[in-house]
């Protein structure tokens, strides 16, 4: 499994992906699931991968391999004209690599299925953010659904959907994401450190900061047994439970 | 879907269940899923229920009759001598109803499918918990595991995860219970209100306290709102993340 949270916020996008891949529990290896391109001053993109990592690693080496081979430039994402454009034809890429592993059938063969979070910002058009399917199709986020999650997603969307505000700080924004990773570290066998994260700040058009986290980080550390005695504070504030009387 | 806990405390035995029922998000209706069976001084038996509808009431149904068919009481739950074969019978019985609706298959069916929660005590021995599989066979809660969650179960878990405590009184639990409901509840539809409760007090040999907890409930309402603002507050209170210097 894995876990990916990709939000936009009103100073710009944060990514954040763990790096656990699994073939069953006794098979366990650390990938990389959060990958960048950028053209400083132009534009910047950021894209989180989760599924089969035949499929995934594919999506991202034939997106580079276009960037990289001048024949092969034309659909490029460093050159397509706008952030809807890129999302095809990461999507198309996508639809291509799992077809092929599937042997050409036209049904996301759900084996060798994958989901992509994309996002990034290109010179005179606003950041946007997509979830992107093995079909090749996708979806916005929006003020309505300001963040997307892949993966396993359950564990730490309570945290996420009481605590999210699209005026929070980058660093507020890392934290939240931090409580919401370990809370499902916590959980989830097949979600596992390190995370990557990646900021994104609004016009700047190239990378912001980037950040992977281990098990020997003192903030993570301190998030990760302080979230704990947070919580039972937390309850513990709430007003007690009695029965009605008979 | 359907979320259910069952806890083994020191004091005793605590359940909670939600009631909706859905086949597709356009077809939900509110069903009990939380059932009490007792021969007053001699044993207290609870049991929840999530999957199949058909299953399970089908399920809840011979479990009934046997008890009062007297030609018919052969095995019943309240003859047998042992919380392990009330167990027993209840796997059985499930299996049954399983195997029929599939047409006799061997195989528990994923359509049919559906899982039991079954606690109680019978007089001079310890109360137990058990967690019972479609194919009839289970598992037993312990000191490693003194809880059991069916159905849609991850929202809910890191709070009992975190807060959880054998020590705690039936009160307390309670409003850990509310929580994780709540939190569930605001994140999946397949997850509603009214919820069910239902205590054992250890040694009691009769039904403790029961209640359901509905929107109009002054307390939900508190916990449900007041949580939001505790976690928030729970959130504050962790040290801020900062970039490392560059």
Chains 1, 2 share one sequence.
């Not at 994309?118 to 093995?134: D, K, N, S, T, V």
């Amino acid at each position: 499994m894995t876990y990916c949270v990709g939000m936009i916020l009103d100073r710009g996008l944060v990514f954040m992906t763990d790096t656990r891949t699994n073939a069953g529990v006794d098979n366990i290896s650390i990938f990389r699931k959060l990958f960048t391109w950028e053209q400083p001053g132009e534009r910047f993109l950021v894209m989180a991968t989760a599924g089969n990592l035949a499929t995934t690693q594919a999506v991202v080496s034939m997106l580079d391999e276009r960037n990289r081979t001048p024949a092969e430039r034309n659909p490029s994402i460093l050159e397509a004209p706008s952030m809807f454009q890129v999302a095809r034809i990461a999507g198309r890429t996508l639809r291509e690599v799992v077809r092929d592993s599937a042997g050409g059938s036209e049904a996301a063969d759900p084996t060798f299925s994958a989901t992509l979070m994309l996002g990034g910002q290109i010179a005179g058009m606003p950041p946007r953010l997509f979830m992107i399917y093995p079909e090749g199709n996708f979806v916005e986020a929006s003020a309505d659904t300001p963040f997307f999650q892949l993966g396993e997603t359950k564990y730490g969307r309570p945290i996420i959907l009481r605590t999210f505000d699209p005026a929070m700080s980058f660093e507020d924004a890392a934290k939240l994401l931090l409580v919401s990773f370990d809370s499902t570290i916590k959980a989830n066998l097949s979600v596992g450190l390190p995370l990557d994260l990646q900021i994104y700040e609004t016009d700047a058009l190239k990378a912001g900061r980037a950040l992977r986290i281990d098990q020997s980080d003192g903030y993570y550390q301190t998030i990760s047994t302080g979230w704990g005695a947070a919580l039972r504070q937390a309850f513990q504030s709430l007003p007690d439970f009695s029965f009605p009387a008979d």
